[in-house]
């Protein structure tokens, strides 16, 4: 088992910056492809980012290309979303999960932390 917890959300103006982090526990870290995803009101969960278990690969959709940055410090057991000119649409709860495989679902979930973009 893998207990997540997701941490640095808040309130901020369109074309500030945001640093999530994702704080695992109960297994290691390194072992996990952590991903972020994000739901808005009424709309479907999505993928934001990834990044594989060494932290030198790294996955973007295309909305978020050139401004987010996912990164992990296996040495703190934490993995981050550094976002950068936030827009008024990039307002969702953000989740972290982990897998153990490149592929395939994800097993574990944190419980999300709500991100406002203010315009």
């Known amino acids: 088992q893998v207990l997540l917890v997701e941490s640095g959300g808040g309130l901020v103006q369109a074309g500030g910056s945001l640093r999530l982090s994702c704080t695992a526990s109960?297994?290691?870290?390194?072992?996990?492809?952590m991903g972020w995803f994000r739901q808005a009101p009424g709309k479907e969960r999505e993928f934001v980012a990834a990044v594989n278990w060494s932290g030198g690969s790294t996955y973007y959709a295309d909305s978020v290309k050139g401004r987010f940055t996912v990164s992990r410090d296996n040495a703190k057991n934490t993995a981050y979303l550094q976002m950068n000119s936030l827009k008024p649409e990039d307002t969702a709860i953000y989740y972290c999960?982990?897998?153990?495989?490149?592929?395939?679902?994800?097993?574990?979930w944190g419980q999300g932390t709500q991100v406002t973009v203010s315009s």
């Open positions: 999960a982990a897998r153990s495989g490149g592929v395939g679902k994800y097993m574990y």
């Open positions: 109960g297994r290691t870290f390194s072992d996990y492809f």
